[in-house]
């Protein structure tokens, strides 16, 4: 049986404290062409153990649950212009009205609050205020709203460390194959892996499952900028915790079996919760939770994960989840071990630190 490996160092941490040198080779630009057979790096004891994804059916107990996150994502990137010349590329972050848009801009030069744009070559659009790195954008004509703008003319938005358009494979694997709710703009990528084969396998293992939403954000892939890693200011993503799932995991922690979050945005969620309202129950909410090691997590007890970026507030998750300095040791082992990075990459099951 796995063994839980040293306690929780709780030193401070700098920004520099997660870098690491990852060759660029190692970033996967594409999935491979069947979703199990990604590797899977088995992190829950001091050695690593080089596994494939498909193993992880036999490497979970009768009575463990499964919390995958079931949110799906949207065709968030839409390519516009200014009225005064100059390309935009509009990011959508998330809805706050059906015309009115919180986006990411990319343009040779920022835009200002009052600028006019086209999106799409037909919607008329302004500016009309930033907070930080993230703009308001209305739409201005009266038959026009974002949802059948995405639709009709958006696509689906590839992390900026793959460098290529999305392409017609993308469609369907960039979403998971449980994917049900529709307002993320990144995959919850840990949750790719699983084909239909494995969830069978799962659950003829005796492994029960639950889904939580938690719309993934742009802001999971902005850098953290302040050396002291308090001062970071974390984005917020909504979520939706079921009554149904909330009963699954006290059914399954009284039986005492293992809470197995199914990416970082599920224990966000989880944890989330738990953080706002002081128990874990049914709800509907925002999260900026930002867990850094040091942090006592109430819920989780196992995590598969893909593997993140350096200086990354999901690294830093991981970190508080499986302790730093293990952490350490499990990247400088897939990098040496030539594992693939990142969205389409490999994956890796840990454990949870003991307090």
Do not use: W
């Not at 639709?151 to 194959?177: F, H, I, K």
């Not at 224990?267 to 129950?281: A, F, K, N, P």
């Not at 900026?288 to 598969?304: A, H, M, N």
């Amino acid at each position: 049986m796995p063994q839980t490996h040293a306690a929780r160092a709780t030193r401070a941490y700098s920004l520099a404290d997660f870098y690491y040198a990852l060759p660029p080779e190692l970033i996967a630009q594409y999935p491979l062409p069947v979703r199990s057979a990604s590797r899977l790096l088995d992190g829950r004891s001091d050695a690593p153990v080089d596994r494939t994804f498909s193993d992880l059916p036999s490497l979970l107990r009768p009575g463990d649950l499964l919390v995958f996150n079931n949110t799906k994502v949207l065709n968030a990137r839409l390519r516009a212009a200014k009225t005064s010349g100059g390309v935009v590329e509009v990011l959508v972050e998330r809805l706050l009205t059906p015309t009115l848009a919180l986006t990411q801009l990319r343009a040779s030069h920022a835009p200002k609050p009052g600028t006019r744009i086209v999106i799409a070559g037909k919607r008329n659009a302004e500016i009309i205020g930033r907070d930080d790195r993230f703009f308001q954008v209305q739409l201005l004509d009266a038959d026009s709203d974002f949802e059948t703008l995405m639709r009709d003319a958006g696509e689906l938005p590839l992390p900026p460390y793959m460098q290529r358009a999305a392409g017609e494979s993308d469609t369907s694997r960039y979403q998971t194959v449980y994917a049900q709710h529709a307002g993320a703009v990144a995959a919850p990528t840990a949750g790719l892996h699983f084909d239909e084969a494995t969830l069978t396998a799962c659950r003829a293992r005796g492994v029960a499952m639950a889904e939580v939403t938690l719309h993934v954000g742009a802001g999971t892939f902005l850098p953290v900028k302040t050396e002291t890693i308090a001062e970071h200011k974390m984005h917020r993503e909504r979520y939706v915790l079921p009554q149904a799932t909330v009963d699954a995991i006290n059914v399954c922690k009284a039986r005492g079996g293992r809470v197995v979050a199914v990416g970082t945005t599920s224990v966000r969620t989880l944890e989330g919760c738990v953080r706002e309202c002081g128990e874990l129950r049914a709800h509907e909410s925002e999260t900026d939770i930002f867990i850094t090691p040091g942090y006592e997590f109430r819920v989780v007890d196992l995590l598969l994960t893909n593997f993140h970026l350096p200086k990354s507030t999901l690294l830093m998750l991981v970190s508080a989840f499986s302790g730093y300095d293990h952490i350490r040791s499990l990247y400088a082992h897939a990098i040496a071990e030539r594992y693939r990075f990142f969205s389409y990459g490999d994956a890796m099951l840990l454990q949870k630190n003991a307090p």
